[in-house]
């Protein structure tokens, strides 16, 4: 328990930094497509795939992409420390040698093959894909 509070505001102090860094840079960019400042919020999936696929020429393109692979690792983490429990069996079983990019780019192109989940959280998203590619066989 302790380290699910840890990782909570250490993922609340990278959003609040993340959200006041792009403040000061200029959302408006025609490589942006969908994406806008509020989708750092992330009410929806949709709102991570914006996030996470935004073109390297945006103002907010490093913001955004160390924003997108910290969402990524403290996911992993919370799978980690869940299946550390007897309790909760692990939800991805990803090879060894897969890395945060290809866990990205599961995540959006499940999501772009499977938009009727574009509004679910964020978190159910990324293991509804994660799952469908690398599930737990027992």
Same mark, same amino acid.
């Given at each position: 328990?302790?380290?699910?509070?840890?990782?909570?505001?250490?993922?609340?102090? !990278?959003? #609040?930094? !993340?959200?006041?860094?792009? /403040?000061?840079?200029?959302?408006?960019?025609?490589?942006?497509?969908? =994406?806008? *400042?509020?989708?750092?919020?992330?009410?929806?999936?949709?709102?991570?795939?914006?996030? #996470?696929?935004?073109?390297?020429?945006?103002?907010? =393109?490093?913001?955004?992409?160390?924003?997108?692979?910290?969402?990524?690792?403290?996911?992993?983490? =919370?799978?980690? /420390? *869940?299946?550390?429990?007897?309790?909760?069996?692990?939800?991805? #079983?990803?090879?060894?040698? /897969?890395?945060?990019?290809?866990?990205?780019?599961?995540?959006?192109?499940?999501? &772009?093959? &499977?938009?009727? =989940?574009?509004?679910?959280?964020?978190?159910?998203? *990324?293991?509804? /894909?994660?799952? &469908?590619?690398?599930?737990? *066989?027992?």
């Amino acid at each position: 328990m302790k380290y699910s509070k840890v990782l909570v505001i250490w993922m609340s102090v !990278v959003f #609040c930094i !993340v959200l006041q860094a792009s /403040a000061s840079h200029s959302a408006a960019s025609d490589s942006g497509k969908g =994406y806008s *400042i509020e989708d750092f919020k992330l009410h929806t999936a949709s709102d991570l795939v914006d996030v #996470c696929t935004l073109q390297a020429s945006h103002a907010d =393109y490093t913001l955004a992409i160390a924003f997108c692979y910290g969402f990524f690792e403290g996911a992993t983490h =919370y799978d980690d /420390a *869940i299946a550390a429990s007897p309790a909760h069996p692990d939800l991805v #079983c990803s090879p060894p040698e /897969a890395t945060r990019t290809q866990a990205v780019t599961v995540f959006v192109e499940y999501m &772009n093959a &499977n938009p009727q =989940y574009g509004s679910e959280q964020p978190i159910d998203a *990324i293991f509804r /894909a994660l799952v &469908n590619q690398w599930p737990c *066989i027992e």
